[in-house]
């Protein structure tokens, strides 16, 4: 096939291809079942975090020993996650008021805890 054949060959399939983009039906704002169940199944393997944990989550870091105690001070249930920095994070876990929890790593450093 010599270059001219290719050239329009290449360029009416992207014409095709455009025009298919173009004619597709706009996403719809509103979940339905199916999507609903595939977002269960995503967030049960993939945690979203929301932000660094409020004041009122107390931490106590030993760097050198790699450690952290993570006390939920708030006056409401928690979910918290602490991240380490190159090396392996907490799972998420939810915490009522008063609740601590420690966590203990091997390798990489404290970074900080964060919602989820």
Known sequence: M?????????LTAAILLGSGLALAPAASATPTAASAAAAGTARASAVKIAGT??????????KHKKYVKVTNRCHRAMHLKVVIDWGPDSRCLTYQHGEQWEWHWGRGSYGKVVTC
């Open 53 to 62: 944990a409020p004041s009122c989550v107390k931490r106590d870091v030993i």
């Open 2 to 10: 010599n270059f001219r054949k290719r050239a329009t060959v290449g």
